[in-house]
Nanobody
């Protein structure tokens, strides 16, 4: 059974930084594209960042230049470095395999940006 466990969220002031981690078990991530998503209250889940198996990445326009997705295949973990956080970044953040390889969603990790 494939499981994804997100961590690293918290409360941060505007302009602050956080690094989220997503530890996968039951499947090696090295052969798959991975992605981070987020869902704010009342909104649909949206794609934030994606990284291919070759470590090529792309980002939603709203986070471009502020967020960086990376992967450590040895640790079977995907990261999301978030800088310059804004109140609009407040959401529950989830990771998953991208596309048809997607599995059941984890619990996510709450990120709250507020002064």
């Amino acid at each position: 059974q494939v499981q994804l466990v997100e961590s690293g969220g918290g409360l941060v002031q505007p302009g602050g930084s956080l690094t989220l981690s997503c530890a996968a078990s039951g499947r090696m991530i090295s052969r798959y594209a991975m992605a981070w998503y987020r869902q704010a209250p009342g909104n649909q889940r949206e794609l934030v960042a994606r990284i291919t198996s070759a470590s090529s990445s792309n980002y939603a326009d709203s986070v471009k230049g502020r967020f960086t997705i990376s992967r450590d295949s040895a640790k079977n973990t995907v990261y999301l470095q978030m800088n310059g956080l804004k109140p609009d970044d407040t959401a529950v953040y989830y990771c998953n395999f991208f596309g048809i390889s997607q599995v059941s969603w984890g619990q996510g990790t709450q990120v709250t940006v507020s002064s």
